[in-house]
């Protein structure tokens, strides 16, 4: 008699704990308005709703697991969907095409390895970042940043922390408009916010730029900063800028050129990437040799390379 009491209330037990969590997934989904239940439910059918927030400014966050278990959340602005950011578990999940980028990187039992993949509304490709701690030029655990888009285009590495990427769910629509504008035809690869510093990952004419917003509406004072984008091996270096090196830098050899647009004149960054500080310089595409004395110019140093 004991022993079926005991198996009675273990039953009960067990009952009043599934109908609490059936209840608990109910009252969940039931705060999440139509629209966006509608659309997630397309995108993300039979996966499990761990979360629902009702942000500020129209934001809504889902957070949920996805097929293979790996946590996600997938954000929307006055309802519409805008990015979905998901821990990937396992780097065999990853497409095959972004394996085989990796590999070729040569990143050789990279440690702490952490994989977050993020689509985003107005980008066609989504974007896995990896981030692990690697040896570099005598830093046993530099942090290594790598994108890579899902086709396996590589994108950059940055070896610092970019700020989390599920921070800015919406980006502003006058970036979008004005790489549009500027940089006709370009696909927009990917995204990353660099100490408040907005940096679109475009392809360009076959060439990734790396295009900065300070500001965030067109009319901001410090709105477009820059867009620069690395030359190849052969690109021809303007006369006058390799004479104005020369004489102001004799002794300075570059392994890298890069191209650097801004509303303040186009210039190229020289740079050595030998050196463990890779020092590098910018010099104004119309500077001339007789600016520097004449004019008392000094070259302009770089010296923490935002890409690689």
């Not at 394996?99 to 040569?106: A, D």
């Not at 030359?231 to 002794?251: F, M």
Request: net charge negative; charged share 30%; proline share 4%.
């Amino acid at each position: 008699m004991k022993r079926t009491n005991y198996v009675y209330y273990v039953l009960v037990c067990m009952l009043l704990c599934f109908t609490a969590c059936d209840k608990d997934k109910s009252s969940i989904e039931d705060e999440i308005p139509a629209a966006i239940k509608s659309d997630f439910s397309t995108r993300y059918p039979s996966v499990k709703i761990t979360a629902f927030q009702n942000l500020s400014n129209g934001l809504d966050q889902i957070d949920f697991l996805d097929k293979e278990q790996n946590e996600a959340s997938i954000s929307y602005v006055n309802e519409i969907w805008k990015m979905t950011s998901t821990k990937i578990n396992d780097i065999d999940q990853l497409p095959a095409e972004v394996q085989n980028t990796f590999r070729e990187l040569r990143y050789y039992d990279p440690q702490n390895l952490e994989i977050c993949k993020t689509e985003r509304d107005g980008m066609e490709k989504s974007l896995y970042t990896l981030h692990f701690q690697y040896l570099w030029k005598g830093f046993e655990h530099m942090e290594h940043y790598v994108f890579i888009n899902d086709d396996g285009l590589y994108l950059t590495t940055v070896r610092w922390k970019p700020n989390d990427t599920r921070w800015y769910p919406g980006l502003p629509k006058d970036h979008f408009d004005f790489i549009a504008d500027k940089y006709k035809g370009a696909e927009i690869r990917g995204y990353m916010n660099d100490g408040g510093y907005h940096v679109y990952f475009i392809l360009h004419e076959n060439i990734i730029k790396f295009v900065t917003f300070r500001g965030e509406v067109a009319t901001d004072r410090e709105f477009w900063t820059e867009t620069r984008y690395e030359l190849s091996k052969d690109a021809k270096i303007p006369e006058n800028v390799i004479k104005v090196l020369n004489q102001e830098k004799p002794d300075f050899t570059y392994t890298h050129v890069y191209y650097v647009e801004s509303k303040e004149g186009n210039s190229y960054l020289l740079q050595d990437k030998n050196r463990d500080d890779e020092l590098g310089y910018y010099i104004g595409e119309n500077r001339q040799p007789a600016d520097v004395p004449d004019k008392g110019y000094s070259l302009k140093r770089f010296e923490s390379p935002l890409h690689e």
